[in-house]
C-alpha cells in the first residue's frame, strides 16, 4: 500500500473516534462545539473514503482479478510469536466505507436537527463519533482481531444510543437486550476467531500468501475434520453466529426490534443502514472460509437456510405492527435475511448490492419516519396518523420513493435490481429451491406491509391527537432528498446491462451490455418479481387503501388469532423469556443461595464444630483430666497451709521449737552416750 | 550486591514508623505522609520496572544472605518480570486506596496501609520460603485489622473469618514445605525449581517419607489448598464475599487488587515450578476447579443484591480466568511455546488488569456510599445517570473494562488467555466463554439498575463526582485505555521471564 492511501486509511475511522475522545471531555453546554467537531470530523472521513474508492477504482491492475492492498502492523510480540493488525483496501472494503461514511454524514446532519433540544445534545455526537469510527474500523480490517475489536465498540456505541434516553426503563432494557442478544453470537465469533487462529497461524486476512483468508490456510482447513465436518465449515459457522446476532438473522433477532427505543436517527444509522449490515458483510468478507470446500458447503447451507427463513418470517411479522418504527425494523430484519440468503446461494455481488442499496432507501425511511414523529409531536402509533401527505410534502414524496425501492418497483427504483439479482441467484442454486421460493413470498409481503403502512400513514384522513402536523426544517429534509436521489441512483450500477458494482467486486472491468435485459434467465426473474411487487401493492391498496382505517385492522377483523400472533411478534420473546432468561436468573439467585447457606454454612458449620470441641475438651480438662490433679492440689494447698502456719515469722516461736529441738538433741547425745 | 529491593520493600514500613510518630489529631499530615511514601515507593518500583534488563529476562536486583544458616533459611530477594509487575501493581493500588481513603484517613488506618504494602513487597519479591511465607502470613495481620475497620459486627465476623481460614489454608502450605525440605534440605524456591526441573524432587520426596505413598500428592494437596484459599479457587471462596463486601471500600481495593493476587503469584513461584509434572496429571480435577471457578462465580454474581458483593464475585471469575491459563500451561508441558506463552502473558496480564479494574470499581462504590448513606444495594438506587453524570460515565468506563471490551484494558489479557488456553485444551476453554457471556449479564444489570430509569426521588440531590475524586480515579481511568490501546507496555516487561517461567 502507497503511504498516502495508507493514512487515509488509517485516518479514515481515527478521525471520528479522535473527534468522540475529544467531544467526551466537553460539557453539556458546549453543544454547537461538540456537534461540529464530530460532524467535520465525518465530513473529512467521508472525503477520504470517496477517494479511497476512486483509488480501489482505478488502481493499475497489472494483472487480473481482486487488487487488494493492505497495511499490516504488529501489536503484540508474545513468546517467539508476534501479532499483527491491519487495514485492507479493496473493492468490497472501499465501496462499504464510502456508503458507511456517506450515510453517516447525512444522518449526523439531520440530528442537528432532530436531537435540537435534547438536554445531552453534547453526549449524543460523542457516541455517534465512536459509532462511526469503530464501524469503519469494522469496515477497513484486514485481521479477522481488529474486526472484533471495532464490531464490540460498534456494538457498545449501539448499547449507549439504544439506551440514549436512559431514563426510560423500556429504552434502557432496550439496551441491555440489545448487548446482551448480540454477546451470545459474539462468543461462537470470538471462539471461531481462536479456532482459525490455531488452524491458520494467524488472524490477517491478507498478507503476502500468508493470510486466513489465502490459498494456504484454506487448504489446510478444508482438509481437517471435525465431527464429519470440514474445520473451515466449523469455523465459518462460529463466524456466522456473530454475524447472525449483528444482523438480527432468527433466533437473535430480537434485540433489535427493540432497538427501536433509541432516537430514531440512531435507529437509522445503526440499526438499519451499517451496523446491522456488519453481519453480512464480516461473511462477505470471510467468504472464502465459507466456500473453502466448494460453492455449497455446509456452512452455506446454513447461511442460506436461516437468510431464507428469517427474510420470510420477519416479513409475516411487519404485516402486523402498529408502530412506524417496528415496521421498519423487522422489515429490516427480513431484507438482511434477503442478504444472507444471496451469500448463502453463493452470490456476494448480490448480498453486497442489495446492502448498499438497502443503505440508502432504509436510512431515507427511518428519517422519513423521524421526520413524521417529529412533526406530529412524538406520535409512533400508525393507527394515530393518516392523511399526512398534504402536511408534509417532501417528507411524503421521499418516503414514497424509499418504499417504493423497498418494495422493490421496478426500473427506477435500487431494490428492484438489488433484489432482483438475488431472486435470480437464488433460483440457479443447484440445491434447493425452498429459498427461492421462501424469498418470492417475503417479497410479496414486503410490499404489501409498505402499502399498509403507506395508506395508515399518508392517506385517508389524519386520526392523530397531536394538533398541527407540520413539516420539518430543512436540516431534515435535505438528508431525505439526498437519501432519495441515492435510493434512486443505485440502480445506475446495479441493472444487469451494467453490472458495475458486481463486476468491480469480482474485479474485472465493467462493460455495458444492454442485450443482458433480454435475457431469458433474467426476463423470467425480472417478471415474476413484476408481478409480486405488483400483487402485493395492489392487495395491500385493496385491503387498506380503500377505506376509512380505524384502530381495527382490517386484517385482525377477518383473521382475529393470526392477526394477534403476529402482532405478538410469534411469540418468540416471550418463549426466550420462559426458556432462558427466568431460568439463568433463577440459576444465579440458586447459585447465590448455595453459596450463603451451603458452602458457607460448611464453614460456619466447621467453625461450630470446632468451637464444640473446644468447649467439650475445656469441660474435660476442667472436671475431668484435672479433677485428681486438683483435687490433690486443693489438699495439698491445704497441709501445706497447716505446714505454712509453723512459719508464721513469730522469733519467739521460732527459739521455742528452738529450745525444744537443743533440749531434745541433747536428751538423745545423753541417751546414746549413757 | 544491591540493596534496592530490601530499600522498596522496608519503606513503607519506615512510613509506617514515621505515622506512629504523628499525633492521631493532625490527619491530613498523616494522609500527607501515607502519599508521599506511597508516591516514592511507586517512582522507586517503576524505576525497578525501567531499569530490569527486558532482553535477558530472569532474575535480578539480587540480594542473597545468610539468616539462620542450621534451619537453610536465608534472606533472599530478587525480582524477574513477574516479581516487578506485581510490585508496580501494588506500588500504584496503595496509593489509589489512600486517596480513595481521603479525608476518613486515621492514624491506625494509614499505619496499617503502609504496613500492608512492605508485606505484599515483600511476598513479591521473597524467594526463600520461609522468607517469603514470613510475609505472607504477616500481610494478615494488617488486612485483619484494616477489614476490622468496617466497623459493625458484621466486618469483626468476616475479619475473624478471613484470618483464621486463611491461616489456616497457610499452615497446610507450611506442612507441605517442611516435607520438602526434610526431602530436600533447602527452602530456596530457585534449587527447589531447579530440582522440579530435573523430575528429582519427587522422588527426594518418596525416598525421605517412604511409608507414605501418596506424600507428593499429600504436599501438592497442601501447597494448592493454602493458595487455592487466596485466590480463591471455588469452593474455598466463601470467606470473600464477606471480607470484600464488609471492609471499608479502600481496604476492599486492597484486597482485591493486592491480596488476591499473592495467591496466583504463589501458583505461578510456588506450585507450577515444584509440581509441573504432577499437575499434568492433574489436568482434569484443576480445569474442573478453573471452571467451576469461573462459571459458579459469574452465575453467583447474577444472584447478588449488593454491589460490594457481585464486585467480589466477578473478581473471583476473573481471577478463575488466571487459573485456566495456568492449567491449560501445564496440562501441556510439550505443547507448542507460542501457545502457552501466550496463555502465561494472558494470566500476568490479567493479573494486573485486573487488579487495576477491580479497585477502581470498589473505589467507585465507595463513592457510591459515601453519598447514599452506606447504601449499597442493586435496588436502592435507580436512574443516578441523571444526577451523577460524570460517576455514570467513568464508573461505565470501569466496568466495561471489567466486562472484557476491546479497546480497555481488561480485553488483552483475556484475549491472550483464551488465544494459548484455546489452542492447548479446546474444551475446557470454549466452555469458560460461559462466563465471559454471563459478566456481560450482571454487569449491564448493574448499571441498567443503578443508573438507568427515572431517577429515583430519593436522590435528586445525589452530588456528582468531586475534583478530589475525579483526580482520585483518573490516573485509573487513563491507565485503562492506555493498556486496553498499548498492551505491549506491560508485555514487553514480561514476555522473557514468561519464557523463563514456562514449565
Not at chain 1, 145 to 174: C, D, M, N, Q, R
Not at chain 1, 352 to 380: C, D, N, P, T, Y
Not at chain 1, 602 to 628: H, K
Request: proline residues 4%; contains cysteine; charged residues 10%.
Amino acid at each position: 500500500m502507497e503511504n498516502i492511501v495508507i493514512i487515509a486509511a488509517v485516518l479514515v475511522p481515527l478521525l471520528p473516534l479522535l473527534a468522540a475522545g475529544l467531544t467526551a471531555f466537553l460539557k453539556r453546554e458546549q453543544r454547537g462545539l461538540s456537534a461540529s467537531l464530530v460532524i467535520g470530523a465525518q465530513a473529512i472521513a467521508c472525503a477520504i473514503s470517496f477517494y479511497l474508492l476512486l483509488f480501489a477504482m482505478v488502481e493499475d491492475k497489472g494483472e487480473p482479478g481482486i487488487v487488494r492492498s493492505f497495511f499490516n502492523f504488529s501489536w503484540l510480540t508474545f513468546g517467539h510469536e508476534t501479532l499483527q493488525l491491519g487495514l485492507l483496501l479493496d473493492p468490497l472494503s472501499a465501496g462499504m466505507a464510502a456508503m458507511v461514511s456517506f450515510v453517516s454524514l447525512l444522518i449526523f446532519i439531520y440530528s442537528l436537527g432532530y436531537m435540537h433540544e435534547d438536554r445531552n445534545f453534547t453526549r449524543f455526537f460523542t457516541f455517534l463519533g465512536l459509532f462511526s469510527g469503530a464501524m469503519l474500523g469494522v469496515v477497513l480490517s484486514n485481521s479477522l482481531l481488529l474486526t472484533f475489536v471495532a464490531w464490540e465498540l460498534v456494538g457498545l456505541a449501539s448499547y449507549l444510543l439504544i439506551g440514549f434516553w436512559f431514563h426510560k426503563p423500556e429504552a434502557a432494557a432496550a439496551a441491555k437486550k440489545a448487548f446482551i442478544t448480540t454477546r451470545v453470537g459474539d462468543m461462537g465469533l470470538l471462539i471461531g476467531m481462536f479456532w482459525l487462529y490455531k488452524a491458520s497461524g494467524t488472524l490477517l486476512f491478507y498478507d503476502h500468501g500468508a493470510g486466513c483468508l489465502e490459498q494456504t490456510a484454506l487448504a489446510s482447513m478444508a482438509k481437517i475434520g471435525f465431527c464429519g465436518m470440514a474445520l473451515s465449515n466449523v469455523i465459518a459457522l462460529l463466524i456466522f453466529c456473530g454475524a447472525a446476532g449483528k444482523s438480527g438473522q432468527f433466533p437473535l433477532h430480537v434485540w433489535l426490534p427493540d432497538a427501536m427505543e433509541g432516537p430514531t436517527p440512531v435507529s437509522a444509522l445503526i440499526h438499519a443502514a451499517t451496523m446491522v449490515a456488519a453481519g453480512v458483510y464480516l461473511v462477505a468478507r470471510v467468504f472464502p472460509i465459507f466456500t473453502a470446500t466448494g460453492p455449497h458447503s455446509a456452512s452455506l447451507l446454513a447461511v442460506a437456510g436461516i437468510g431464507a427463513f428469517t427474510a420470510l418470517f420477519a416479513a409475516l411479522i411487519a404485516v402486523a405492527q402498529v408502530d412506524i418504527k417496528r415496521i421498519l425494523a423487522y422489515s429490516t430484519v427480513s431484507q438482511l435475511g434477503f442478504m444472507m440468503l444471496a451469500l448463502g446461494v453463493g452470490s456476494v455481488g448480490a448480498a453486497m448490492l442489495h446492502l448498499l442499496a438497502h443503505a440508502f432507501f432504509k436510512a431515507l425511511l427511518f428519517l422519513g419516519a423521524g421526520s413524521v414523529i417529529h412533526g406530529i409531536h412524538e406520535e409512533q402509533d400508525i393507527r394515530n396518523m393518516g392523511g399526512l401527505w398534504r402536511k408534509m410534502p417532501v417528507t411524503f414524496m421521499t418516503y414514497t420513493v424509499g418504499m417504493l425501492a423497498l418494495a422493490g418497483f421496478p426500473v427506477l427504483f435500487s431494490g428492484f435490481w438489488s433484489k432482483d439479482a438475488i431472486l435470480h441467484a437464488a433460483h440457479l442454486w443447484p440445491v434447493s429451491q425452498a429459498p427461492f421460493y421462501m424469498a418470492v413470498a417475503a417479497a410479496f409481503l414486503t410490499a404489501f406491509y409498505m402499502t399498509r403502512q403507506m395508506a395508515y400513514v399518508f392517506f385517508g384522513d389524519y386520526r392523530g391527537n397531536a394538533a398541527h402536523p407540520h413539516e420539518s426544517p430543512d436540516v431534515m429534509t435535505i438528508p431525505l432528498v439526498l437519501l432519495a436521489a441515492a435510493a434512486l441512483l443505485m440502480s445506475l450500477p446495479a441493472t444487469p446491462a451494467w453490472p458495475w458494482y458486481e463486476e468491480f467486486l469480482a474485479g474485472k472491468t465493467p462493460a455495458l451490455e444492454l442485450a443482458a435485459l433480454w435475457e431469458p434467465g433474467f426476463l423470467h426473474i425480472a417478471t415474476t418479481s413484476l408481478a409480486i411487487v405488483f400483487f402485493g401493492i395492489g392487495l395491500g391498496w385493496l385491503v387498506y387503501g380503500r377505506r376509512a382505517l380505524g384502530d381495527v385492522d382490517p386484517l385482525q377483523a377477518a383473521a382475529a388469532p393470526l392477526y394477534r400472533a403476529l402482532a405478538n411478534r410469534l411469540y418468540v420473546d416471550e418463549l426466550y423469556h420462559a426458556t432462558l432468561v427466568r431460568p439463568l436468573r433463577g440459576v444465579g439467585y440458586v447459585m447465590a443461595w448455595v453459596d450463603r447457606q451451603i458452602l458457607a454454612g460448611i464453614v460456619r458449620a466447621v467453625a461450630w464444630v470446632s468451637f464444640l470441641v473446644s468447649a467439650i475438651s475445656n469441660g474435660m480438662d476442667r472436671f475431668l483430666i484435672n479433677f485428681g490433679f486438683d483435687s490433690s492440689c486443693d489438699a495439698l494447698r491445704e497441709y501445706g497451709g497447716g505446714i505454712a502456719s509453723c512459719e508464721g515469722g513469730r522469733v519467739q516461736g521460732y527459739l521455742r521449737v528452738l529450745c525444744i529441738g537443743i533440749v531434745a538433741l541433747l536428751a538423745l547425745v545423753g541417751w546414746l552416750l549413757a | 550486591m544491591s540493596n534496592s529491593l530490601t530499600i522498596l520493600t522496608f519503606l513503607p514500613l519506615l512510613g509506617a514508623l514515621l505515622v506512629v510518630l504523628i499525633p492521631a489529631r493532625k490527619t491530613v499530615l498523616l494522609r500527607a505522609v501515607g502519599i508521599v511514601i506511597t508516591l516514592a515507593a511507586l517512582a522507586f518500583a517503576l524505576g525497578l520496572a525501567f531499569q530490569y534488563d527486558r532482553a535477558a529476562g530472569g532474575l535480578q536486583y539480587l540480594e542473597q544472605r545468610a539468616w539462620i544458616p542450621s534451619l537453610h533459611i536465608e534472606y533472599y530477594l530478587a525480582a524477574d518480570g513477574l516479581s516487578l509487575l506485581l510490585l508496580v501493581l501494588a506500588a500504584l493500588v496503595t496509593p489509589f486506596a489512600l486517596f480513595a481513603l481521603g479525608d476518613r484517613s486515621t492514624k491506625l488506618g494509614v499505619g496499617l496501609i503502609l504496613a500492608l504494602e512492605t508485606t505484599l513487597f515483600g511476598t513479591f519479591t521473597a524467594l526463600n520460603f520461609i522468607h517469603w511465607f514470613l510475609y505472607y502470613e504477616l500481610s494478615l495481620v494488617p488486612a485483619f485489622l484494616l477489614i476490622r475497620m468496617g466497623g459493625s459486627a458484621k466486618a469483626t465476623a468476616a475479619a475473624t473469618q478471613f484470618f483464621i481460614y486463611t491461616l489456616f489454608a497457610g499452615f497446610a502450605m507450611l506442612l507441605g514445605f517442611l516435607a520438602i525440605h526434610q526431602a530436600t534440605g533447602t527452602f530456596n524456591l530457585s534449587e527447589l525449581a531447579g530440582l522440579a526441573h530435573k523430575a528429582k524432587l519427587g522422588h527426594a520426596l518418596s525416598a525421605a517419607f517412604p511409608g507414605l505413598p501418596w506424600i507428593n500428592l499429600l504436599v501438592f494437596g497442601g501447597i494448592f489448598a493454602g493458595l487455592a484459599v487466596k485466590v480463591p479457587v471455588v469452593p474455598f471462596h466463601t470467606w470473600l464475599p464477606d471480607a470484600y463486601a464488609e471492609a471499608p471500600a479502600p481496604v476492599s481495593m486492597l484486597l482485591t487488587g493486592l491480596l488476591s493476587k499473592m495467591g496466583v503469584y504463589g501458583f505461578l513461584r510456588l506450585l507450577i515450578p515444584l509440581f509441573p509434572g504432577l499437575m499434568q496429571h492433574l489436568q482434569l480435577p484443576l480445569f474442573g476447579f478453573a471452571l467451576v471457578t469461573i462459571i459458579y462465580s459469574a452465575l453467583a454474581a447474577l444472584g447478588q443484591k449488593d454491589l460490594k458483593r457481585i464486585v467480589a464475585y466477578s473478581s473471583i471469575n476473573h481471577l478463575g480466568y488466571c487459573l485456566l491459563g495456568l492449567f491449560a500451561v501445564t496440562a501441556t508441558l510439550h505443547g507448542p511455546v507460542n501457545d502457552r506463552a501466550a496463555a502465561m502473558n494472558g494470566v500476568l496480564l490479567q493479573i494486573f488488569n485486573h487488579g487495576l479494574t477491580a479497585a477502581a470499581l470498589f473505589c467507585f462504590i465507595g463513592f457510591i456510599e459515601r453519598r447514599s448513606g452506606g447504601l449499597r444495594g442493586l435496588n436502592d438506587f435507580g436512574g443516578l445517570r441523571d444526577a451523577a453524570p460524570v460517576l455514570a460515565g467513568l464508573m461505565g468506563i470501569a466496568l466495561f473494562s471489567s466486562l472484557g471490551l476491546p479497546g480497555l484494558n481488561g480485553f488483552a489479557g483475556e484475549f491472550l488467555i483464551f488465544k494459548g488456553a484455546f489452542a492447548l485444551a479446546p474444551l475446557p476453554s470454549a466452555l469458560a466463554a460461559i462466563g465471559l457471556f454471563v459478566t456481560a449479564v450482571f454487569l449491564l444489570t448493574l448499571i441498567e439498575r443503578v443508573f438507568t430509569g427515572p431517577l429515583d426521588a430519593g436522590w435528586l440531590t445525589f452530588p456528582d463526582l468531586t475534583v478530589g475524586e475525579r483526580f482520585t480515579v483518573a490516573p485509573a481511568i487513563a491507565l485503562m485505555f492506555v493498556l486496553g490501546i498499548c498492551p505491549q507496555i506491560l508485555i514487553a516487561l514480561f514476555n522473557q521471564t514468561v519464557l523463563h517461567l514456562l514449565p
